[in-house]
């Protein structure tokens, strides 16, 4: 059996901008990703902590700083927000064991 375990969590970002007319994502600045071990493509899940929107998505690479709500994204938020962002893994049972998220928080 395979379960969906939290691999890396970003909290503390804030929205720089939103672009409405977009195919969809969350571009996030390429170093914060990195640190937090999240592919460019990775599905993942976004919260707005001002407005408790909970959303699905996949991450693209931005430049420093940035933090963009992409097409129907950008309906759930507003420049200033604060985000957290979720990534998960499946992983067997003796995986499991093995896996520390990454944690980061962006100040």
């Keep these: 059996m395979l379960r969906t375990i939290?691999?890396?969590k970003i909290?503390?970002?804030?929205?720089?901008e939103t672009e409405l007319f977009y195919e969809g994502s969350i571009t996030i600045d390429k170093e914060i990703l990195k640190k937090a071990d999240i592919l460019?493509?990775?599905?993942?899940e976004v919260l707005n902590l001002n407005n408790g929107s909970r959303s699905?998505?996949?991450v693209i690479y931005g430049?420093?700083?940035?933090?963009?709500?992409?097409?129907?994204?950008a309906r759930t938020g507003l420049v200033g927000d604060e985000l957290i962002v979720l990534a998960y893994c499946l992983a067997n049972e003796e995986e499991i064991k093995k896996i520390k998220p990454k944690i980061?928080?962006?100040d």
Excluded at 40 to 44: I, T, Y
Excluded at 63 to 73: A, Q
């Design 63 to 73: 430049k420093k700083g940035e933090v963009c709500l992409n097409g129907p994204l």
């Design 56 to 58: 699905e998505t996949y």
């Design 104 to 106: 980061i928080r962006v």
């Design 11 to 16: 909290s503390g970002l804030r929205v720089t």
């Design 40 to 44: 460019a493509g990775e599905k993942v």
């Design 6 to 8: 939290l691999k890396s």
